[in-house]
């Protein structure tokens, strides 16, 4: 089943009409403000890096 370009024309239509172009029009702008929030919520879980690129092991545990 493929879509001829009249059918996506006409499926664009009807959801520019039902969602008002406007909202559209900001519909890249938004989505590009959602992925680079999730980079940077990604990039803040990561765990600290020393100087060759290794992670640190966590300093919570006590050796006795």
Do not use: C, Y
Request: proline share 9%; hydrophobic share 40%; charged share 25%.
């Amino acid at each position: 089943m493929s879509f001829g370009i009249w059918e996506l024309v006409v499926i664009l239509l009807i959801v520019g009409v039902l969602f008002g172009f406007g909202k559209l029009r900001n519909l890249g702008p938004d989505l590009g403000h959602a992925i680079k929030g999730l980079r940077n919520a990604l990039r803040d879980d990561r765990p600290p890096e020393n100087e060759q690129g290794q992670s640190t092991p966590p300093q919570d545990e006590k050796k006795p």
